[in-house]
């Protein structure tokens, strides 16, 4: 059964850090580009970080670039988004997702999903 389970989401003050996490399970994560997106209240699905399976390249939104670093860790089934500077703008549930294949920023190629987590940033 496939899963992608995000954890380290919660309440923090503007300027502060958090790192997300997403724990996969039921495929092989080195085969898989890794995505990171989110969706603020009445707001449609933003991509935030993508990752590639092959050689680990990485791709930012202009909104996050220099504060959030995406990374992976093959053997621990593991993707993680490092996320710094954190603005209340960023506040949004943010989604993991896996794309069999090339790097891709489209969600309409990604084949699985996580259910979310809730970053909060406010003062």
């Known amino acids: 059964q496939v899963q992608l389970v995000e954890s380290g989401g919660g309440l923090v003050q503007p300027g502060g850090s958090l790192r997300l996490s997403c724990a996969v399970s039921?495929?092989?994560?080195?085969?898989?580009?890794i995505g990171w997106f989110r969706q603020a209240p009445g707001k449609g699905r933003e991509g935030v970080s993508f990752i590639s399976s092959a050689d680990g390249s990485t791709q930012y939104a202009d909104s996050v670039k220099g504060r959030f670093t995406i990374s992976r860790d093959n053997a621990k089934n593991t993707v993680y988004l490092q996320m710094d500077s954190l603005e209340p703008e960023d506040t949004a549930v943010y989604y993991c997702?896996?794309?069999?294949?090339?790097?891709?920023?489209?969600?309409?190629?990604?084949?699985?999903w996580g259910q979310g987590t809730q970053v909060t940033v406010s003062s």
């Open positions: 997702a896996a794309a069999s294949g090339r790097l891709t920023s489209t969600p309409d190629r990604y084949d699985y």
């Open positions: 039921g495929f092989t994560l080195e085969y898989y580009a």
